[in-house]
C-alpha cells in the first residue's frame, strides 16, 4: 500500500517522467474554476468539491500481489497480479460476465450500402443475436467506413445511449425495438430522434481521418433501468444460485461491455475492418463501460474514456463529486451486488480505478476530463493514470509523460494519454480529434 497526500502528489516510485513541452513546462497545471466551485456549493447534491476536503488515503499498490509478495517483472504481473486484479473487479465491483463467445451466436449482415453519406462512406448494418434462437437477445451494430480505404479499417467502437438512429440523420438507419430513454416517445425509438446525438458522432471527421466507426446501442444489450435484471441479455445467461442471481452476477456495465466483445467476434469476421486495430471507447456511463471492456478483452488494441468518472476512471477513494454510496443508490443496476457494500467505505475496496487503468497495459489507454465536469471528477481521472503508470513502466512502456495535472487543453500522450479540455459532460469533437491523433500514434497513420 503506498500513501498519497490530499493534494495529489502521488506515486513517487517511478520518477522517470518526461515534460510534456517546454511549453507545458511553464503552464499551470489545471484546477477547478473557483466561480464554478462557489456555484456548485450552492446547488444540490451535496457533494465534496474542495480539493482541500478530500480524505487522505492510500490506494491499494498495483505492484504487490494480495499475499504481499512485490512484483518486479512482466511475467509476474501477466500471470498473477493481472488475473488477481480482473477477480476483484469482478467480485467487488462489475459482476461476472459468460466467458468467451456464445454458443449459437449469429450474425446478420442486412445492410450493406457501398454510396452512403454522399458516397464517402460504406454503411453496414449487422443483427447480432447473442443465443442465435429467433427470440433471443439481440443487438444491431452500425458500421460506416470511408470508402476508398487501401485495406482493412482501423476501427472506433463505442455504445451510443439512445439507440443507433440517434448518431446520424441517415434515414437507412434501423430503429431500435428496444426499450429507450426518451420517455416523451413512449421508451420507443422514432424517426423524430434521428441525428439527435450527432455531436458525438462527428462521423465526417472520422472518416476523412480514415477511421471506421462502429456502434451499438447499450440497451440492446441490457436496458439501463433497474428492473432486477428481468430484461437485456441476463435472463438468457444467468445462472442462478439457490434461484437467486449470486452478489458477484454481472450488473449493466458488465453486460454492455460483453456487448462490445461481441462487436469484437463480428469485426473478426469482416475484411473491411482491422480487428486487429479497434480501439473501444466510450462517454459517461458507457465509458466506465469502455474501461471494463478493455480490462475484460484483450483483442481491445486500445481502450478510451470519455468523462468516465465515478466507476470509471476516476479514483473511487478521492470521494469527489459523485461518490460510490450515491451511484450505488442512484444506478444500482450498474454493478454487482456486492458493490454495494461500499458506499461511504471506499477505503476498504480491495481495488480503486488506478487498477482498472493498469487492466488496459501495455496497450495504450486513454483518459479524458471536462474542465467543467466536476461531478466526474477531473483530477482524480487523471491521479488513476499516475497509478497506473508504474504497471506501463513495469512492461516496458514510455507510460504517462507527466505526473503533474497537465493545463487546460493541453494533452499528454505516452502509452497513457490525458486531457482535461474546456467546456462540459460531453463527448465533442475536440476529444474525438485527440483520440484520433492518439491512434495514429499507436496505429501508425501511414497503415492506411
Ligand atoms: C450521471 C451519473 C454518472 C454518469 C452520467 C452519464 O451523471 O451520475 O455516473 O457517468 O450520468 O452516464 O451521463
Not at 495504450?364 to 477531473?378: E, G, H, I, M
Request: hydrophobic share 40%.
Amino acid at each position: 500500500m503506498l500513501s498519497l497526500g490530499t493534494l495529489g502528489i502521488v506515486f513517487v516510485l517511478f520518477a522517470a517522467v518526461t515534460a510534456c513541452s517546454a511549453e507545458d513546462a511553464g503552464a499551470q497545471g489545471w484546477t477547478a474554476s473557483a466561480a464554478l466551485l462557489k456555484e456548485l456549493s450552492q446547488r444540490p447534491p451535496d457533494a465534496l468539491y474542495e480539493e482541500e476536503r478530500v480524505p487522505s488515503y492510500v490506494l491499494p499498490d498495483p505492484l504487490v500481489l494480495v499475499d504481499g509478495t512485490r512484483v518486479t517483472d512482466a511475467q509476474t504481473w501477466r500471470d498473477k497480479r493481472r488475473p488477481e486484479i480482473l477477480e476483484l473487479f469482478r467480485t467487488h465491483m462489475y459482476g461476472r460476465a459468460p466467458v468467451g463467445r456464445p454458443a449459437g451466436m449469429a450474425f446478420d449482415v442486412f445492410d450493406t450500402e457501398r454510396n452512403a453519406l454522399a458516397g464517402k462512406a460504406t454503411r453496414k448494418q449487422v443483427r447480432v443475436n447473442f443465443t442465435g434462437k429467433p427470440d433471443g437477445p439481440a443487438m444491431d451494430l452500425l458500421v460506416y467506413l470511408p470508402n476508398g480505404a487501401k485495406g482493412p479499417v482501423p476501427t472506433f467502437v463505442l455504445l451510443n445511449f439512445g439507440g443507433n438512429h440517434t448518431v446520424c440523420a441517415d434515414p437507412a438507419i434501423r430503429l431500435t425495438a428496444s426499450w429507450t430513454r426518451d420517455d416523451k416517445s413512449g421508451n420507443r425509438a422514432t424517426d423524430a430522434q434521428r441525428g439527435s446525438a450527432s455531436s458525438r458522432f462527428p462521423l465526417a471527421a472520422i472518416l476523412a481521418r480514415g477511421y471506421a466507426v462502429a456502434t451499438a446501442y447499450s440497451g440492446d444489450i441490457d436496458p439501463d433501468f433497474d428492473d432486477g435484471f428481468k430484461n437485456g441479455v441476463q435472463p438468457a445467461f444467468d445462472k442462478l444460485v439457490e434461484g437467486k442471481r449470486p452478489p458477484d452476477a454481472w450488473g449493466s456495465i458488465a453486460a454492455w461491455a460483453w456487448g462490445l466483445s461481441r462487436a469484437m467476434d463480428y469485426f473478426e469476421t469482416d475484411s473491411d475492418l482491422d480487428a486487429k486495430h479497434v480501439a473501444v471507447l466510450g462517454h459517461s456511463r458507457l465509458g466506465k463501460t469502455s474501461l471494463w471492456a478493455g480490462a475484460e478483452e484483450e483483442r481491445f488494441a486500445m481502450v478510451i474514456s470519455n468523462d468516465s468518472g465515478c466507476g470509471g476512471a476516476a479514483l473511487s477513494r478521492r470521494a469527489y463529486g459523485e461518490t460510490v454510496a450515491r451511484i450505488n443508490k442512484s444506478f444500482p443496476h450498474w454493478f454487482c451486488g456486492n458493490f454495494k457494500q461500499y458506499g461511504g467505505s471506499e477505503g476498504e475496496l480491495p481495488l480503486d480505478q488506478h487498477l482498472l487503468l493498469a487492466l488496459a497495459a501495455p496497450r495504450p489507454v486513454y483518459v479524458a476530463s471536462a474542465d467543467q465536469d466536476l461531478w466526474a471528477d477531473p483530477r482524480g481521472e487523471f491521479l488513476s493514470c499516475v497509478g497506473a503508470d508504474p504497471v506501463y513502466k513495469l512492461l516496458g512502456t514510455p507510460g504517462l509523460p507527466t505526473d503533474q495535472m497537465p493545463p487546460l487543453d493541453h494533452p499528454v500522450m505516452g502509452t497513457v494519454g490525458y486531457h482535461v479540455r474546456t467546456g462540459g459532460h460531453a463527448l465533442s469533437e475536440y476529444d474525438w480529434e485527440r483520440y484520433m491523433d492518439f491512434a495514429d500514434r499507436h496505429f501508425g497513420s501511414t497503415a492506411r
